[in-house]
């Protein structure tokens, strides 16, 4: 039989004055089980929490209801000190009746009943609660950083600082990401190598940095603290522990294709460095376009290299690696707009272009280097069309959300056209200007001070004539047609997520949102974490964000693995969900509810009669499940169970509430 | 059988312990007032509601049974309440086959910061609970149950 303690909290006056604490105490004599009562003042006071201990030793006291404030507000305080007198702290039940009663309440006598109602509840489910014991799992102090843009720079440098090893994983040869390709940054107008790359060589350098690039997430197992991640290395064709990077065997190969990093606006060869600039700063052999591997005759860039690094033999690996926590810094890529948007030509005017591709014109290290010209030509525009929301906030035909970058890399390409050809006439087509952030409605007034024409409305279609790109659309301010003729219209189209997030997401077990972005825990307050145990998120993975915005977020994320790194072990909950393997059917519904892929079956030696078989029962992962209890609806034998909130427990609450 | 004019019905609230239950901590803070007759439940989550538990409900005579948890989209264990949506209009049929009133059931999604939306849920649930009268579809079959065994 049970011996259950009841502890009645005045809480100064916040309970007494409403609920009779001596109708409790009397009620709770009555109740089966119930070896001792008493009420105090002040339960969670240091002379309370005595008052509890003595009881305990005095009385022989196994399980503990104290009717108080909210678990939410005292549930750890009186676990520990259950943990302190050597009773197991899962060995406790919170009546709430303050919140829930003496301060909702006004009638004495009835609110009284119900703290009587509520504390019945609170001792019946205890009768049947049982002691639970949190495992602890270690924690690998490693950290996988997965994307090397601006987010996964920052946060394997803040996480390396904090002394943790990191490996930064990177799809492309080199680091970088997007701010790699800017020119410069809004609104300070900073030079976005200059900000970056310092960053990318520490990456580089850091001793506990792991660099590597051409490769990517093959499979993920394993939960917080302890994942084990295959990478697929893609062979490069070119050994970096040997090669200087001195450039040689680029110059000579034949193979011209077009450039990656300069979006098609210039030629690369075969063997490459995806920009000068790239981190590791060494070349390597794009298998589709090299002439040698292909099956054609060639061998140049082996022949020229004077360490004999080029081996054409090199072949795809897979490492293996463990990690205590990952971030995903995945980042973006700007929509097709060509498929989308027919009425713009669908690609076939070389004189528009993306936002992307005129920061590389723009750009001093481009194809152009940093002259603004027509590509088709070679000429400079007189006139340039800036079309703004190109499939952002367009559900028709794009992306419902906003982009929330472009508006201000419109006002700067803007400033940039004018400062570099004064006197270019420049018109931005608009639906709405957003510039929230510092420094940002500043710079979109100087934009237009400097002589940027800001046009309300979409601009409908663009057609060629006479050379010239002619863009129709509506001034909704004037409520008319508009049409004008530009020589070079700049497109600023929308973000979406990098490719292969569905493919990484569902390996990690981590959720996407409706346009795909990867599902933060919390929109609010847990921004940087996956709903997943361990897995972190950082920059424009999860949404549209600006460069300060994506490092404020990437240091975030680098704190939060920070915090887990550190610890040497971690207690998990105990209160998850538990198999009884016996009534388990094996039908695997729960594995399909489980949010975090705790539950998996597992194949069992079993018996029938006396024949002995084989057969598959659920099977619940402690330091992937988090209690939710999903699972333990939806079975169909009542096989699933969540310790600390068993079926049992609850329906004594329920009955003790009907009597 | 007639209603009683001083019937106060008896009602339960499975509350989601990361936003109903906050929700109604909160409603506590702001000292907001409603009936008695609700009686809170914490459950990690609203999908942890196993159907089970309110049949027992309304076995035992539980005049009204609320189920509330974080809104579509915010659930602290992300499809949580999905489940509990589609279950419950589920379950909404089933008790009307039962012959129980399916209009004593009630899911709501409150959030933890929507301590005003408690207090009327609750007030509204409450008073439209009493205008159903006792639930006593299964107290009697229990009494005749009791009493054909008490004749044998």
């Known amino acids: 039989m049970s011996r259950i303690g009841v502890f009645v909290c005045h809480c100064g006056t916040n309970i007494a004055s409403v609920v009779d604490p001596d109708k409790l105490i009397a009620a709770a004599r009555e109740l089966p089980g119930v070896a001792y009562a008493a009420d105090y003042k002040y339960m969670c006071s240091e002379p309370g929490q005595q008052m509890i201990k003595d009881s305990i030793s005095e009385h022989g006291l196994d399980r503990i209801v104290i009717a108080s404030c909210s678990p939410r507000m005292h549930e750890t305080t009186f676990r520990k000190m259950l943990k302190n007198t050597g009773i197991n702290p899962y060995m406790l039940e919170i009546a709430n009746i303050r919140e829930q009663c003496s301060w909702v309440h006004v009638d004495k006598d009835r609110a009284s009943e119900k703290a009587v109602n509520l504390m019945r509840m609170a001792v019946s489910k205890i009768s049947k609660n ?74 580089g350098a850091h001793p506990n940095i792991t660099l590597m690039t051409s490769c990517e997430v093959e499979s993920v197992s394993g939960y917080i603290g302890n994942f084990e991640v295959g990478i697929k290395q893609k062979a490069r064709y070119v050994n970096h522990d040997i090669c200087t990077g001195c450039g040689l065997c680029e110059t000579k190969c034949p193979v011209k294709v077009e450039s990656e990093f300069n979006l098609g606006l210039s030629t690369r060869p075969a063997i490459y460095k995806l920009f000068p600039q790239a981190v590791p700063s060494k070349p390597i052999i794009d298998k589709e376009n090299c002439r040698l591997l292909k099956g054609g005759k060639c061998g140049i860039c082996a022949k020229l290299c004077p360490l004999g690094c080029v081996n054409y033999e090199d072949e795809d690996r897979t490492i293996t690696d463990n990690f205590g926590a990952i971030v995903i810094a995945t980042g973006y890529q700007l929509v097709d707009w060509p498929s989308m948007y027919g009425e713009y030509g669908g690609g076939r005017y070389k004189d528009i272009l993306s936002g992307l591709q005129f920061e590389r014109t723009v750009n001093a290290a481009g194809p152009t280097e940093g002259h603004i010209v027509r590509p088709s030509d070679g000429k400079e525009p007189e006139t340039v069309v800036i079309v703004k929301c190109v499939g952002s906030r367009d559900p028709n035909k794009g992306k419902s959300y906003c982009s929330r970058a472009c508006c201000m890399y419109a006002a700067k390409h803007a400033h940039q056209i004018l400062e570099k050809l004064p006197g270019t006439r420049v018109f931005i087509f608009y639906i709405d200007v957003r510039t929230p952030g510092k420094g940002y409605e500043e710079f979109y007034d100087q934009t237009r001070m400097d002589g940027a024409v800001y046009v309300r409305g979409r601009v409908s279609k663009i057609y060629e004539e006479e050379g010239q790109l002619v863009c129709r659309g509506e001034d909704s301010l004037l409520g008319e047609q508009v049409s004008v003729k530009a020589d070079m219209v700049i497109l600023e189209t929308a973000m979406e997520p990098s490719p292969g997030i569905a493919e990484l997401t569902s390996l990690l077990g981590a959720a996407r ?47 939060k693995v920070i915090g887990l790194l550190n610890k040497s072990e971690m207690e998990t909950s105990p209160m998850i969900s538990a198999v009884e393997r016996d009534k388990c059917s094996g039908c695997g519904v729960c594995v399909g509810i489980c949010p975090y892929k705790a539950v998996t079956l597992l194949e069992i030696d079993d018996r029938h009669g006396a024949k002995r078989i084989k057969r598959e029962v659920a099977n619940v992962n402690s330091g992937l499940c988090q209690g939710c209890g999903a699972c333990t609806s939806a079975c169909r034998t009542g096989a699933l169970d969540l310790l600390g909130f068993r079926n049992k427990q609850i329906l004594e609450e329920v009955d003790a509430l009907c009597l | 059988m007639p209603v009683e004019k001083s019937f106060e019905p008896a009602i339960v609230a499975f509350c989601c312990n990361w936003c109903t239950y906050t929700g109604a901590d909160l409603a506590g803070l702001n000292r907001m007032k409603y009936p008695e007759n609700v009686h809170v439940i914490r459950v990690p989550c609203s999908g942890r509601v196993n159907p089970q538990f309110i049949l027992r409900a309304f076995q035992k005579g539980c005049d009204g049974v609320m189920v509330c948890g974080c809104h579509p989209g915010d659930c602290h264990y992300s499809t949580g309440n999905y489940f509990t949506r589609r279950r419950f ?6 008790l009307e086959y039962n012959g129980i009133d399916p209009e004593r059931f009630h899911a709501r999604w409150i959030s933890g910061s929507e301590a005003a939306k408690f207090r009327d849920t609750a007030a509204e649930v409450s008073e439209h609970v009493k205008k159903l009268g006792p639930n006593v579809k299964y107290r009697e079959e229990f009494r005749i149950t009791e009493s054909a065994e008490a004749g044998t």
């Open chain 2, 89 to 94: 209009m589920i379950m909404k049929r089933l």
């Open chain 1, 130 to 203: 049982e002691p639970l014991y949190a495992q602890t799992i270690p924690i690998t102090k490693k950290a996988l950083v997965i994307g090397g843009g601006i987010a996964g720079i920052q946060a394997a440098l803040d996480i390396a600082d904090a002394g943790h090893e990191v490996v930064l994983l990177e799809r492309e040869s080199s680091v970088g990401g997007k701010m790699a390709m800017l020119d410069k940054t809004f609104p300070t107008l900073d030079c976005s190598a200059c900000i970056s790359t310092p960053k990318m060589v520490d990456v």
């Open chain 1, 513 to 559: 949102d409706v346009n795909n972005w990867v599902q933060e825990a919390h929109p609010k307050l847990r921004p940087a974490e996956t709903q997943v145990g361990g897995v972190f998120l950082a920059g424009t993975c999860q949404g549209p964000k600006d460069i300060p915005d994506t490092v404020a977020q990437a240091s975030a994320a680098a704190a």
